[in-house]
């Protein structure tokens, strides 16, 4: 069954006609060939395909591109502007927080959402907002006080960025 | 790629009863974070689905004149931890709710979802027993009212009839007003995984430090989410200390049918039962007010 979706990806306005059956995540990779956002486990475990639905942290293996009509997505794609990276990107690139990077996506989008709240986090808190991510590689160290980082106040801190 | 013959998002409850009403095969799918993964896992395909998640009012949180609380069957998990209603007035709740696999699953998963798939592990059950909770089921004959208790009939299978959909879950004060409540999930992980066993207890504290009521309702302890009557038979008008508590865990295995499964033995359920119940329990005391445990 073809259903026809409008919606937004990395502010661009899209109009799709979709397989009622299609997550937003194969809509991603492989209408819009936005392949930055992975597919892990495919069950909302891994949390390596999420994106932003309206601002919201989702899993987008569990979510139904009919679901995605009128919505705004972004995906890690999305989040550099004007060539520059995100506070987050820097975040985890000067904190070593990339391994072999499959899971990397997943976890900046998830970061992403919590900086936009505008507010810092204790560890605990940042270890329970990332619950929904695995990653194979880092042992999670760096990943913590890259996310920690990102959610600094922007004008606190003299350090600079490393990248 | 699901195999979803059929999809049909419905903008108002009238709609999605209709669509049900004339195709009661249809399939309603609420936050998907369940279903969608039994249709991966092939255990169900070629359906035909109506969609209710933009049906605003089907997700509000209020109470009523009569102090009555109404959950709408569309409220996110998420929903419930941020809701001040449920903060103020029935906590255990939002403490259930945070149990809840991640972040990201709790956006998604919806309360109504989690009581009609009939998992034996769903979070929402124990601590909805123990509130005396009734979910309202609409259907094109009109409203039918069943308490939470009668609703479970077996392992994924729960009363909701053809061409029925739960709109909304109802809490009554006189089954919140004064209680203290505890949601304890015990799992191997912290945080994206099933209970092994839920215990949720709700009591109510006289000012002589008597038990006036106590409620508890175990998850995953039997086919069935199920409240312990032996053992809330015990305690009304006896006094609020150690023996007594560890009196009424022990009987709390009585109303449990745990058996083995691949996750946990049948002993250690029961175990889990025992500890668990009086844990949740001093709790409970405590923030039922006047008695303090450490
Ligand atoms: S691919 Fe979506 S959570 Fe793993
Ligand atoms: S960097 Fe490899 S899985 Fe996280």
């Known amino acids: ?163 | 790629m699901y195999l979803i013959d059929d999809y049909i998002e419905a903008d108002s409850v009238d709609e999605a009863v209709n669509l049900l009403a004339d195709n009661p095969e249809r399939l309603i799918i609420a936050g998907g974070t369940d279903l969608l993964i039994k249709m991966r896992d092939g255990i169900l395909e070629n359906v035909q689905m109506v969609g209710i998640r933009r049906i605003e009012p089907l997700r509000k949180i209020e109470k009523d004149e009569q102090n009555v609380i109404s959950i709408g069957a569309m409220a996110t998990f998420n929903d419930l931890v941020r809701s001040e209603l449920v903060q103020n007035n029935i906590p255990i709740m939002a403490e259930a709710a945070m149990t809840v696999g991640g972040p990201q699953i709790r956006e998604m998963a919806t309360v109504g979802g989690n009581l009609c798939n009939g998992m034996p592990s769903a979070d929402s059950a124990p601590a909805l027993l123990v509130l005396n909770a009734r979910l309202k089921l609409l259907s094109k004959s009109g409203v039918r009212l069943a308490p939470l208790q009668e609703f479970y009939l077996r392992p994924g299978k729960v009363d909701l009839r053809p061409g029925e959909l739960l709109t909304e879950i109802l809490i009554s004060k006189e089954d919140y007003l004064n209680f203290g409540g505890c949601y304890i999930k015990f799992a191997p992980r912290k945080a994206m995984d099933l209970a092994i066993l839920g215990v949720a207890v709700t009591c109510r504290i006289r000012v002589t430090g008597i038990f006036d009521l106590v409620r508890i309702a175990l998850g995953v302890a039997g086919p069935t989410p199920l409240r312990c009557e032996i053992a809330e038979n015990f305690p009304p008008g006896k006094p609020v200390n150690d023996s007594i508590i560890a009196e009424i865990g022990r009987l709390a295995v009585k109303s449990s049918r745990a058996r083995d499964s691949q996750r946990a033995s049948k002993e250690f359920r029961e175990h889990l039962v025992v500890e668990l119940t009086q844990r949740a329990l001093k709790s409970a005391c405590n923030r039922a007010g006047g008695i303090s445990y450490d």
Not at chain 1, 140 to 158: C, D, M, P
């Open chain 1, 1 to 163: 069954m073809i259903k026809k979706i409008n919606f937004t990806v990395n502010g661009k306005k899209r109009e799709l006609e979709i397989n009622a059956g299609e997550t937003l995540l194969e809509i991603i990779r492989k209408r819009l060939h936005l392949t930055g956002t992975k597919e892990g486990c495919g069950v909302g475990e891994c949390g390596a395909c999420t994106v932003l639905i309206d601002g919201t942290a989702i899993n987008s293996c569990l979510y139904l591109g009919v679901w995605a009509d009128g919505r705004e997505i972004v995906t890690v794609e999305g989040l550099a502007k004007d060539g520059e990276l995100s506070k987050v990107q820097k975040a985890f690139i000067s904190e070593g927080a990339v391994q072999c990077g499959f899971c990397t996506p997943g976890f900046v989008i998830t970061a992403s959402a919590l900086q936009s709240r505008g507010h810092s986090l204790t560890d605990i808190e940042v270890k329970e907002e990332l619950a929904g991510h695995f990653c194979r590689c880092t042992g999670y160290q760096n990943i913590i006080k890259a996310v920690k980082k990102s959610l600094e106040n922007e004008t606190a801190g003299t350090g600079g960025d490393h990248t």
